[in-house]
């Protein structure tokens, strides 16, 4: 081998990625991708149960069909406030880049997508009309969707408006910021603003993504050390929290419920570190965690299309059938829309995903995949 050769080896070899820095960061963020993976899957539990399971006439007698709605309404408070702390956490780098990059890689490309597939949902649920869930039934009602009162896909549309939010803010005091962020998702919560629609979420959730920005260190620190008696300790509050909630319909108390779905973060990322000590359960949830965004973006029109074919039979089925779908349907039909998304997603055009022309991509991720491309030397 020349030196010229031994040279070019060593190069390449310093400008490739480390693999057991590569592996250490992922172990780093597994309980980030437990945690995401967890988060879409009560989250598709949730629409199933309340797009399908409960419309479902169950002619079967018993307590299941109301313990389902309970476990389904009990985790309100840790679905989607942990979801956009996991994705403050996640966007603490991004928030630091430039102007036009914050808009370019996160703001347009999170609106590009919610407009891609309010048009697909639009098209779809048109086909289902008596399927429960908000859809554009005409050109005002679309556009209000589009700019005002975001659809069932108002997540990506809140990311587009937070990351706003967040780089706008990016140089004020943090207590400035998350009291102004309290202060919105208390009135929000309290009913003391107009919040039709899911426009509610979008006012609500913006304290917990600036919560996952400004704590990151402290939400590392919680997944990190991790223990069955700091879930036991937590989850008390929580338990008594949520037992205040239902007992006094307490959920409009100004400030009550950025407050309960807080100790559910806690709750949440102290129980996704202790997940991370099963391998296998771990990379089950982490694989399912790190492609949230197909699951999210398809399961309601996936799931709309199933109720319209299974909501007929079940009602009239036999009581043997119903006990046993009164059981198992939610988890299975929850599993299999998971599945099903997530192979479907493999042969749509990428460009559903993400911003096309490679637009959503930062200069940084640009460099670094030209300087490990093949083609780079040439």
């Excluded at 309970?70 to 403050?88: C, D, H, I, K, Y």
């Excluded at 036991?232 to 959920?251: E, M, Q, R, S």
């Excluded at 099903?340 to 055009?349: A, G, H």
Aim: charged share 10%; with cysteine; hydrophobic share 55%.
């Amino acid at each position: 081998m020349t030196s010229a050769s031994v040279r070019g080896l060593t190069v390449c070899c310093l400008e490739l990625p480390n693999f057991e820095d590569m592996m250490t960061e992922r172990n780093r963020l597994a309980w980030a991708d437990v945690a995401k993976g967890v988060c879409i899957l009560l989250v598709v539990l949730w629409h199933v149960l309340m797009k399908h399971y409960l419309q479902v006439d169950w002619h079967v007698g018993g307590p299941l069909k109301g313990a389902w709605g309970t476990f389904g309404e009990q985790l309100l408070p840790l679905r989607m406030p942990l979801f956009f702390a996991v994705s403050g956490y996640f966007a603490v780098r991004a928030v630091q880049r430039t102007w036009p990059e914050v808009l370019r890689t996160k703001v347009a490309k999170f609106y590009y997508i919610y407009v891609v597939w309010l048009v697909i949902h639009t098209v779809i649920l048109a086909f289902v009309p008596n399927f429960g869930t908000e859809s554009a039934d005409g050109p005002l009602k679309f556009l209000a969707q589009l700019f005002i009162t975001p659809s069932n896909l108002w997540y990506l549309y809140a990311l587009a408006l937070y990351f706003i939010v967040a780089k706008a803010a990016q140089r004020l005091p943090a207590w400035l910021v998350l009291g102004a962020a309290f202060l919105l998702s208390a009135v929000a919560s309290a009913g003391l603003v107009p919040v039709p629609g899911d426009r509610a979420g979008v006012y609500q959730n913006l304290i917990f993504f600036l919560a996952g920005i400004y704590g990151k260190t402290i939400i590392e620190k919680l997944a990190a050390q991790a223990s069955w008696l700091r879930l036991a300790v937590i989850a008390v509050p929580y338990a008594v929290l949520l037992a205040v909630v239902a007992f006094f319909d307490a959920k409009t108390w100004f400030g009550l419920w950025p407050l309960v779905s807080g100790v559910a973060i806690v709750l949440g990322v102290t129980a996704a570190g202790l997940v991370t000590r099963w391998g296998r359960l771990t990379n089950g949830l982490a694989s399912i965690g790190r492609r949230t965004l197909p699951i999210y973006v398809m399961h309601m029109p996936l799931l709309a299309v199933l109720h319209a074919v299974l909501v007929k039979p079940l009602s009239a089925a036999g009581p043997t059938i119903q006990l046993v779908a009164q059981i198992v349907e939610p988890v299975v039909l929850t599993a299999f829309l998971a599945w099903l998304c997530l192979f479907v997603y493999k042969y749509l055009p990428k460009a559903l995903f993400e911003l096309p022309f490679g637009l959503g991509v930062s200069r940084s991720a640009a460099a670094s995949h030209r300087r490990t491309s093949p083609s780079s030397s040439r």
